[in-house]
């Protein structure tokens, strides 16, 4: 007996030594990529010597005599703390995922390569301008020094993910960075799903009630569209299925996240302190580490600083010491859908306004982890790419015999948005810059600016497709690609149509993805719009105060309060709060009471400490479920957020809209009051499952917590621990503070999408600015620098945004000089 018991203790003791062993290994070899930002080094490709300070937040100020030496220096550092997300993302963009991945990502890669447009974008390079050139060329030259320096000096292959996922890293080069740059498009998209979502709507609902679901944002509406299935002869699908679970690593967007963002502007004159203000908080898809990047250039045309994404050279958001700048989603209707008719007698042919052509064709191989290379023949029409039909579900809207194909902006071989992003970035004056957005293409924006001078400005910028009037569906509905007049007619001219605000009178100009124009199609910009409520907010906060300050601006991108649920409450609850009804403690309707009661002195703000933010929340997310459920069947997945229009024109009862709440499928009619009532309990059944029964105890922040999942380590058990970052956080699906929650699965409020970048920008004292990111600079989950400034993004706090270079080297964390290596 001793001696099994020795023997057990022996292998115990063993086991231990070896886990112990193993974990400090795997410690070594992951803990070898993290950077050293103190040193002195000789490097091939650099010109000049250069000088990456990283200050206290981490954030690399980079000085050099010579442009090309700046954008080297920000490749490196960039290599240095973002190597894995860089690498990933050049991997999207050229249809390359499932040589790691495996098969589950083959219907990505496929779809990049329809798309072409890794191969658009090498197109592309060659009609950069020179500055751009230089740009493009000193970051490639720079990451490129990284990889030689981490395959010459064996630095843990530069990032812990690539010895789970080994692959040789192929030089970089400028057509990568363009690449990442139409990656943005792709993940900014949003009028393809729309359409297609329309088409499945009106298959399944009249005329009246499409406009309930889908209702027009307020303003000029549009004339009656033609009953979709009246647009084609051949026989549609009956029935829409409901879509496929999205994978992590897919870019594109679905439609609720297709892009947000905030942008507050403030002319010296409405200044307290006499000089302009911008305030800009671009909403994307949270991760780990976040897809911002804070950096300083010191460019021969000045210095710049802000946020970056990795992989593209320039400051997307940021200010010079002459110019502020900020972008938001313009939601632009640069996507069009068009059936294509395929000759019954010839596949490989297809219907024309003269006749059957010719798809064009091109075969592309697939590697595949694990498996046999895969060929596809890739088809394109005069229209565009023809797109699978299991994305979005667009076979559901195809007739038989048909196929589809997409018209984009982005989709072009001579796209100069980067070399209007550079001129836009160099700019001296709010002017100066809209003028240098002409040759911006996509993805589209909203462009905020503010200068020195006190000038503050609002430009669209982005190709505007040309359609003709006689268009079918007006751009809102899948189109027989066949007939001239759905096709485009290339794009409207910039100076005159392109939406344009240059200091009015009022001294504000702001968005917050609103809808900005009223004019008649075609040159309505779109008839999709990304918020209707966040900006009676803003209009509110900015008309509350005759002057403005860096602090008021930075008060109103954290602001938590809803005017959906100040808006709704009362519509929804009317028949149902001060009925005078008794109910005994313990009971369904004692519990429906309490919560009344508490959401009748709550004032709609969206405190993560609150506990009525998730009861309204789940409230209005059962009342949407129950009102379209038996209506659209499968399609109501569709509808994973509160559409605040639609339940507000079923309250008003507005064109018959109070239809919804009647269930078609039970003899009793129902009331609105009903389903409100029904809803309630509904959500609070739901709430005390999951949460408890203390209403008075329950927590926002404990539902809406930040999900800064790493894409590819963040579902392994145990490692997503140490990769996932998560936030408890105010805010909600339409507050200027946005939070937009997963809307689906066990915790639908998880917050997924948000402002991972903050910046406000003050020119009349410009290093007073601030900024933040919501993870932190590294994306390396050993280093401090993966979640610090994450701590500081949740609480409302920012970092110094200075231009000064003696402040960026006061308590630095390190200096890295580089040189050029003797030849």
Known sequence: ??????????????????????????????????????????????????????????????????????????????????????VMMRRTAQGRLSELFGERTLPIDRLMRQLDLYNLAARSVEVQTPEARIALDGYAAGVNARLREINEKALGRGAPEMFLFPAQIAPWTPADSLAVLKLMSVQLSGHLEAEVLRAQASMMLTPERVKDILPDVPGEGIAALPEYASLFEAPLPALARADQAKDPLSPFPELDFAGASNAFVASDLRSAAGGALLANDPHLGFSAPTIWYLARLELQSGGVIGGSIPGIPLILSGRSEKLGWGLTSSYLDDQD????????????????????SAFETRRTIIRIKDQAPQTFTLRWTRNGPVIPADHYNIGSVTPRGHVAALSWTMLTPRDTSFSAAYKIMTAKSVPAAIDAGKDYIAPSQNLSLADAQGNIGLKLIGAMPRRLSSHQSEGRLPSPGWLNRN??????????VNPEFLNPEGGILGNTNNKIVDRPFPEHVSFEWGDTERVQRFQRLMQARKVHTRESFIEAQLDTVSVTARTLLPLIGADL??????????????????ALEMLAGWNGEMNEHMPEPLIYA?????????????????LATKFRHIEPLFIERVYRDVDGAAAWCDVRQSAAPESCADMARLALDDALVWISETYGTKLESLRWGDAHQATHDHQVLGELPVLRYFVNIRQSTSGGDDTLLRGLTKGTGPNPFLNVHGAGYRGVYDFADPESSVFVTSTGQSGHFLSRHYDDLGVRWRLGEYVPMALDPDLARAANLGITKIVPEAQ
């Open 487 to 496: 096709r485009w007619r290339g794009r409207l001219d910039y100076q005159s």
């Open 1 to 86: 007996m001793k001696r099994v018991f020795k023997w057990l203790l022996r292998l115990t003791v063993a086991s231990v030594v070896a886990a112990t062993l193993a974990v400090l290994a795997i410690y070594y070899l992951a803990a070898r990529s993290l950077p050293d930002y103190s040193r002195d080094i000789q490097l091939s490709g650099a010109k000049g010597e250069i000088e990456i300070v990283r200050d206290t937040a981490a954030v690399p100020h980079i000085f050099a005599d010579d442009d090309f030496d700046v954008f080297f220096g920000l490749g490196y550092a960039q290599a240095q703390d973002r190597l894995w997300q860089i």
């Open 618 to 634: 789940a409230w209005l997310r059962e009342l949407q479920d129950r009102l379209i459920r038996d209506e659209l069947g499968p």
């Open 337 to 356: 859908l068009f059936i294509e008719e395929v000759n019954p007698d010839n596949p490989d042919e297809y219907r024309t306004n003269t006749g059957f």
């Open 577 to 594: 709060w001060f009925t005078g009804e008794a109910s005994a403690e313990g009971t369904r309707e004692r519990t429906r009471d309490l």
